[in-house]
């Protein structure tokens, strides 16, 4: 609404667009009252046409050029026709979005615009720097936030893309698509989720819901990040946009791309390397302690980590026989070094040790 808003200032366009301000070539939107007299675009994305009779739970509506998916139930329709739109919730009413729409929303459990401070009510949700973006991604779209915030979104293939801008602040994305095998940010695998409420309890991860999105949260940083997924279509457990990412090409091998080639000689292979959010093209990015010294009675070594990624340090006295025991467990990375400490290390004759990645 702020965006728009912006933009009726600034050239004039309204917020509230009547369907043939948009569609001028297309003699349909000159049509009679009730098809598209009382119906219009809400900006550019969302076309709302309001029941106007009492208790009416049907009525026609026209839809312009182009695809579009009725907000509640998603089905999808084709543009151009006049539909007989029927919904028994009086709770809904015709609210369509257009295929390649993006849109910029609020948390969705706000309650207010005002801030914190002018309510002074704890138990009022109040509005934060979070957002979320609503994608039903086609070849190419984009919307830019009133404030600088952008989004665009790319399908190629079989994989979906969207780059986003934005200062730093809690994000989710959710994109009408097909289940993925995977979902990357810049290139790393994050953790899937199977369950709302294990996705709802996390800050990093991605879920694939029942009404047909793909939703993936983080904490941005700041500045640029790139989200991409897409199925296995080789069948060889790597996503096919991981796949593009780091060799250009989603859906065919070779001898540097297999799951089993290992291009950097790293002693790792392609796979490992996607299972492990490490570069495939990086000699020095991979799994190992980084360093490891005695203090005191201590020891301590430390390991490079990947955000999103979660790791089990273990140890033994006996690489022949001797069962490994575990250090410190589900340690979460920080796209950092991490610091682990053996008390007591150095008084045992001998201690070798491991860092795994967990599941």
């Known amino acids: 609404l702020y965006s728009y808003a912006l933009q009726a200032s600034t050239n004039g366009l309204p917020i509230m667009r009547p369907l043939v301000l948009m569609n001028q070539a297309d003699t349909n939107t000159y049509g009679s009252v009730y098809n598209t007299g009382h119906s219009f675009l809400f900006g550019n994305e969302l076309l709302v046409a309001p029941v106007i009779t009492n208790t009416a739970t049907s009525r026609t509506v026209y839809l ?44 969705t459990n706000v309650q207010t615009l005002a801030d914190s401070a002018y ?14 973006f609503l994608v039903y991604p086609t070849t190419n779209s984009s919307f830019t936030v009133y404030d600088g915030t952008s989004l665009s979104c790319q399908s190629n293939g079989t994989v979906i893309s969207a780059t986003l801008f934005s ?53 941005h940083g700041g500045g640029s990040t790139q989200i991409a ?28 791309s297999c799951t089993t080639c290992d291009p950097d000689g790293d002693g790792l292979n392609n796979l490992q390397e996607y299972l ?15 360093s490891f010294s005695p203090s005191g009675n201590d020891a301590d070594m430390a390991f490079g980590t990947v955000l999103g990624m979660n790791y089990r340090v273990e140890y033994t006295s006996d ?41």
Do not use: C
């Open 276 to 290: 492990a959010g490490t570069s495939p093209q990086d000699a020095s990015n991979f799994l190992r302690v980084n």
């Open 229 to 256: 997924f897409g199925p296995d279509s080789i069948g060889d457990g790597v996503s096919d946009s991981w796949r593009a990412t780091q060799f250009g090409s989603p859906t065919t091998t070779n001898g540097t």
């Open 119 to 132: 309510v002074s009510n704890p138990n009022i949700t109040t509005a934060d720097s979070s957002l979320q």
């Open 64 to 107: 312009p050029q182009g695809n579009w998916f009725d907000y509640f139930s998603n089905v999808r329709y084709n543009g151009g026709q006049t539909i007989n739109w029927v919904n028994a919730d009086q709770h809904q009413m015709p609210l369509f979005a257009r295929e390649g729409a993006v849109i910029p929303m609020i948390s």
């Open 167 to 219: 200062v730093p602040r809690p994000i989710l994305l959710r994109f009408f698509a097909a289940p993925p095998f995977g979902v990357e940010r810049d290139g790393i695998r994050l953790p899937s989720f199977t369950n709302s409420t294990d996705f709802a309890g996390t800050s990093l991860g991605w879920f694939y819901d029942g009404a047909g999105f793909v939703n993936v949260k983080f904490n």
């Open 319 to 359: 690489l022949v026989t001797g069962a490994w025991l575990v250090l410190s467990n589900n340690i979460p990375g920080s796209g950092g070094v991490i610091q682990i400490v053996d008390p007591g290390a150095i008084n045992q004759s001998r201690r070798f040790y491991r860092v795994r990645l967990l599941p």
